[in-house]
């Protein structure tokens, strides 16, 4: 039985009053707290390639975007590990377009290499490889992989995201595989993607929940000019978002989402995202870890190679180097009066360690039972 109705997902989803969604994230946070800790943990991002095989309509990367590329040395990848380490962080993660350039034996060894060389957990976030491939890097010490199944909604997945020639694009079933082969496994999705309705944002955060997820990754859709998705009033799988029930990809609705899906995966790590801060530049960050989340990814990239790495546009930090990042990160966990991670920061499977405040004025939310839970029940 999921831990909150759909019905109440939604309602919460649709929910405008300031002062209920105060209490929203305020219990969000104290499940964070009594499940997870305080602890922030950071995750190094190295983004290893640009190439992409995909023409998917939301991201700057598509095979059709004609841009220059690049493909990481090894050296390059490793010293990026490097730097992880002298900077304090416990996990590196690797992302790249879909590059098949990027041969599956030449990142085992680097993975290998890392493994034997530093305490770092690795995820690994590149796309829809082979179950081969996958495996490979598992059994060379790879311990994640992250890859957001973007919508749960079949008809919006198909429209925005295209097949490869004849090959199924089913991540929901690949994050079935990577489970299997031992990876720890984290997805997620865009808030506000054209043709996003309530309901399916909902069934997105049930859907996270019934695959029991490590990690979730929520930010905002930002349309980029030069993608299908990019064009103002771009219409989605038929359907004129101006007359459908268009999920905004503001930061609010981001919040309640990344709120709501603490209480559904209470023990996840949450990314507070770039793209969160991207949109709210000022303190987008700190409503994300106030809001439920609990872990940031400082860009590692190198200078040469993070401008060519457009997602989107306008994107958080691209222009500070990694040691400026690290250091404005460390101040912002600070000054939240949190503390940061040390060691891997896998997910946790320990038992809570503090009890979890009701909400009081309006009890929208009432835990079932005493101890902390992340039930809640609409009154
Ligand atoms: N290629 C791999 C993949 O697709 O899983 C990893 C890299 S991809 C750039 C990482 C994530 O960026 C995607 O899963 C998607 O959610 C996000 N993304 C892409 N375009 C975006 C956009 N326009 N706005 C916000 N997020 C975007
Ligand atoms: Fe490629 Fe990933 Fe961007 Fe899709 S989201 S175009 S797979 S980089």
Not at 60 to 89: C, N, Q, T, W
Request: charged share 20%.
């Amino acid at each position: 039985m999921p831990r909150i109705a759909h019905a109440e997902l939604l309602h919460w989803l649709r929910e405008e009053d300031p002062a209920a969604l105060e209490q929203l994230f305020a219990r969000a946070d104290a499940v964070r707290r009594a499940h997870v800790g305080d602890d922030i943990h950071l995750r190094g991002l190295i983004e290893i390639s640009s190439f992409c095989v995909r023409q998917c309509h939301y991201c700057g990367l598509r095979a059709a975007h004609s841009m220059p590329r690049y493909r990481m040395s090894r050296d390059e990848i490793l010293a990026g590990a490097r730097k992880a380490v002298e900077l304090g962080f416990g996990t590196i993660v690797l992302q790249s377009g879909e590059d098949f350039g990027i041969e599956a034996a030449w990142l085992a060894e680097i993975i290998r290499t890392i493994k034997n060389e530093t305490p770092l957990a690795i995820t690994l976030s590149l796309g829809e490889r082979l179950p081969d491939e996958l495996r490979l890097w598992r059994d060379a010490g790879a311990d994640r992989y992250l890859l957001r199944f973007e919508t749960s909604d079949p008809a919006l997945y198909a429209a925005i995201h295209p097949r490869r020639g004849s090959a199924v694009s089913d991540r929901v079933e690949l994050l079935r595989i990577l489970r299997e082969l031992g990876y720890e496994i984290g997805s997620g999705v865009m808030v506000g993607i054209p043709g996003q309705t309530y309901e399916m944002l909902a069934r997105d955060i049930m859907l996270f929940e019934s695959l029991d997820l490590d990690m979730v990754g929520i930010g905002p859709f930002l349309a980029h000019p030069e993608t299908p998705l990019g064009a103002p009033g771009i219409s989605t799988a038929g359907h004129d978002p101006k007359s459908i029930d268009q999920v905004p990809s503001s930061e609010w609705m981001v919040l309640k989402a990344i709120a709501l899906t603490r209480l559904v995966c209470p023990q996840a790590n949450v990314p507070s995202t770039t793209a969160l801060a991207t949109i709210n530049t000022l303190d987008g960050r700190e409503h994300g870890l106030q809001s439920g989340a609990n872990v940031f990814m400082p860009i590692l990239t190198p200078a040469p190679y993070r401008q060519m790495y457009q997602i989107y546009p306008g994107k958080a930090c691209i222009d500070e180097d990694a040691l400026q990042c690290n250091h404005c990160l460390r101040d912002r966990i600070e000054n939240l009066g949190r503390s940061v991670g040390t060691g891997p920061g896998g997910r946790f499977t320990r038992t809570p360690s503090h009890s979890v405040p009701t909400l009081r004025s309006q009890p929208r939310f009432a835990p079932q039972k005493n101890a902390p839970s992340p039930l809640v029940v609409l009154h």
